[in-house]
């Protein structure tokens, strides 16, 4: 099944590396989704564009027998940062970069998109899926929107995600939740500007700033379980431009992530409570707003057994790291796996800067692999 995976990866590698030349910012993937469909094109399918602004999908049928029918998902988009890798195939883009390795991702499921479609050795047919705005914007929640699963019956979904720290070429399973729900909050406070000298006659709201800051510490520390993972990060302070003056008003913000859906509502609820109590406290005004946010990722149990199962049988026991902890990143793949079974696999990209720095690179070296691995989850759950 193999035989000749590695020519296809060296044609992959310069498929890769094309897109990571070319990155793109989140819904304007336009170019990267002719790309991609032009290759589906090139294998003699018939892709479907525009699904979710710019996203992009393309069935295989099997060999006709009676299998599931299995979708394939991977990224499109690239982020916001300037390139520092000073590889030869550096971004022609300034200030977009592939630092996620979504490039190396569309290279896999393009390269074993081209060996099933040749050989179409599986029963059931696989819909591959190229979704934008995995970063920040929710591109699988606007491709379920629009119709993803309606039109394209699928009854698993599968992700993979290459992943630093872990040994290159491995594959990753985490049972149950594997990446965090993240929201982010703002918090604005209006206290009475006033001279720095005669502090009394004003309301100081970067001291309630402060007070709020420690109190969400405090309900980390002292109001959730301490086996639950919670993190509430406040990452932004607005406030004054001067020596002598006690700004009027100031600008908090942050995230929180919780790896469920149940502790980021109770987080959310303890916080509004704190924004209530020290508004009550300095007698100010406040107002805390939540933003929508990814939901947890969950894999199920029996998809992601299943897989993890294909792959060791494939590559050997040792093809599979089974010590693997959850990550507190989010990931917008959770949409799709609310909706489907199925599950989400870390590929081990080795010892890389890490995802989303300016000297990162998707490793060449585990393509092939990432080929084998989607070839074999493919197969193995078309036929389960
Ligand atoms: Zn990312
Ligand atoms: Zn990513």
Redesign the pocket.
Known sequence: MFDDIGMLAREATEWRRHLHENPELQFVETDTAAYVADKLRSFGLEPETGLGGTGVVAVIEGNGLAGKSIGLRC?LDALPIEEQTNVSYSSRRSGVMHA???DGHMAMLLGAAKKLAADREFPGRIVLIFQPA??FGGGGEKMIADGLFDRFDCDEVYGI?NMPGIESGKVAGVSGAVMAAARAWDLKIEGKGAHAGWPHTGIDSIAVAMDFVSACNAIVARETDPIAAVVISTTQIHAGNNYNVIPQSVHVGGTIRTLSDAAMADVIARMQRVARGVAITKGCEVTFDVQSGYPVTVNHGSQLAGALAAVQSAFGNEAVETECDPKMGTEDFSYMLNEKPGAYLFLGSGDVAP?HNPSYDFPDGIIERGIGVWMTVAKARTAA
């Open positions: 990224e996620c390795g979504h995995e970063e995600h995802l």
